[in-house]
């Protein structure tokens, strides 16, 4: 019988988010003492005896709080990235660190990527103008089918990106740093799989660009103004991954110069960004509040995920998905 663990939530301070505390409570609250922070009250009686911590997103987490977890055995993210977390400081402190990797989102980030993809080829911008212009018939809009997609980055929400954009027709292309399989590619119906050696020729050659990358050093302004110079004028840019992949300021230059046809954009390198931002102001921009893994879905899969990793606690098993040093290096 798995052992009852002293659990506790950090909830997200935002409003409008209780569906993720109603998800953990639902799936980890039946088994396991499941307590959620009051940010009103001290912290260390909060955190005295806490075997697990969930902590949403990662964002949540503060080192006094690590300082107070003296007992925990797993700090679960839940999230797929991780570059708002102070992972080094969870690994001086030796607690462990586990994520809810990007199969658990990649649903909700394909599709919206896929909606930008549909809005941008249909002109939504200049159609809602026109509309309310009396201007109908107009825009003339592009169809997917035969058009490229490359597709930065092949992990969850890459493949799953892939999979819808199959049955429009598309010729899908992507790139990652590991191999990708022939067996993957004939899966998801690559016509090419490179690695990053080939980014450039793929930028060059995309009618739709995606991103679907962590952020780290290494990704950081992966697309500067140099890869946006090898766009077609007539691509676009699709990002629902990372706003610091992307240089902003070139951006904005590529797209107000018309080098660019257009971007979708979930998320931003500041956050939140503010009503002046030029991206903002630009009529082949379509942006949206950071909300494209913001499904029932997601929040679901994640709580799930988050619960299992408690049960593996309780019952003296590894955590799945761990991120710390110790983890991947077990893993």
Same mark, same amino acid.
């Given at each position: 019988?798995?052992? /009852?663990?002293?659990?506790?939530?950090?909830?997200?301070?935002? &409003?409008?988010?209780?569906?993720?505390?109603?998800?953990?409570?639902?799936?980890?609250?039946?088994?396991? =003492?499941?307590?959620?922070?009051?940010? %009103?009250?001290?912290?260390?009686?909060?955190?005295? @005896?806490?075997?697990?911590?969930?902590?949403?997103? #990662?964002?949540? +987490?503060?080192?006094?709080?690590?300082?107070?977890?003296?007992?925990?055995?797993?700090?679960?993210?839940? +999230?797929?990235?991780?570059?708002? $977390?102070?992972?080094?400081?969870?690994?001086?402190?030796? *607690?462990?660190?586990?994520?809810?990797? #990007?199969?658990?989102?990649?649903?909700?980030?394909?599709?919206?990527?896929?909606?930008?993809?549909?809005?941008?080829? /249909?002109?939504?911008?200049?159609?809602?103008?026109?509309?309310?212009? @009396?201007?109908?018939?107009?825009?003339? #809009?592009? &169809?997917?089918?035969?058009?490229?997609?490359?597709? *930065?980055?092949?992990? #969850?929400?890459?493949?799953?990106?892939?999979?819808?954009?199959? %049955?429009? @027709?598309?010729?899908?292309?992507?790139?990652?740093?590991?191999?990708?399989?022939?067996?993957?590619?004939? /899966? $998801?119906?690559?016509?090419?799989?490179?690695?990053?050696?080939?980014?450039?020729? &793929?930028?060059?050659?995309? =009618?739709?660009?995606?991103?679907?990358?962590?952020?780290?050093? &290494?990704?950081?302004?992966?697309?500067?103004?140099?890869?946006?110079?090898?766009?077609?004028?007539?691509?676009?840019?699709?990002?629902?991954?990372? @706003?610091?992949?992307?240089?902003?300021?070139?951006?904005?230059?590529?797209?107000?110069?018309?080098?660019?046809?257009?971007?979708?954009?979930?998320? $931003?390198?500041?956050?939140? *960004?503010?009503?002046?931002?030029?991206? !903002?102001?630009?009529?082949?921009?379509?942006?949206?509040?950071?909300?494209?893994?913001?499904?029932? +879905?997601?929040?679901?899969?994640?709580?799930?995920?988050?619960?299992?990793?408690?049960?593996?606690?309780? =019952?003296? !098993?590894?955590?799945?998905?761990?991120?710390?040093? *110790?983890?991947?290096?077990?893993?």
């Amino acid at each position: 019988m798995t052992r /009852r663990l002293k659990v506790l939530f950090l909830p997200p301070k935002e &409003e409008g988010r209780d569906h993720l505390q109603r998800d953990v409570v639902a799936a980890v609250g039946p088994k396991h =003492d499941l307590r959620i922070l009051d940010r %009103t009250f001290p912290l260390a009686p909060q955190f005295a @005896g806490v075997d697990v911590v969930i902590d949403e997103g #990662g964002s949540q +987490g503060t080192r006094e709080m690590a300082d107070a977890a003296t007992s925990a055995k797993l700090w679960q993210i839940l +999230g797929s990235g991780f570059d708002k $977390f102070d992972l080094t400081y969870w690994e001086k402190k030796a *607690i462990p660190v586990a994520n809810c990797p #990007g199969q658990f989102s990649a649903i909700a980030l394909a599709e919206c990527a896929l909606m930008f993809m549909l809005m941008l080829s /249909r002109g939504w911008n200049e159609s809602q103008r026109n509309l309310k212009a @009396g201007i109908f018939y107009k825009p003339l #809009g592009l &169809e997917l089918e035969n058009r490229r997609l490359s597709l *930065i980055g092949f992990g #969850g929400s890459g493949r799953e990106l892939a999979r819808l954009a199959a %049955t429009f @027709g598309m010729h899908i292309s992507a790139i990652d740093v590991r191999s990708i399989s022939v067996d993957e590619q004939r /899966r $998801f119906g690559l016509s090419f799989a490179g690695k990053p050696e080939d980014m450039d020729k &793929e930028i060059s050659e995309a =009618d739709f660009l995606s991103l679907h990358l962590h952020l780290n050093k &290494e990704t950081r302004h992966i697309i500067d103004r140099r890869r946006l110079a090898l766009m077609k004028p007539s691509a676009f840019l699709v990002n629902v991954a990372r @706003g610091a992949l992307v240089d902003e300021e070139a951006l904005y230059r590529a797209l107000s110069e018309g080098r660019l046809a257009g971007a979708g954009l979930d998320v $931003f390198g500041t956050e939140p *960004i503010t009503a002046d931002n030029p991206l !903002l102001r630009l009529p082949n921009v379509i942006a949206t509040p950071h909300f494209s893994g913001g499904t029932d +879905g997601t929040s679901r899969r994640r709580a799930a995920c988050a619960a299992d990793n408690v049960d593996r606690v309780a =019952d003296g !098993l590894e955590p799945l998905y761990r991120i710390d040093k *110790i983890g991947r290096i077990q893993t």
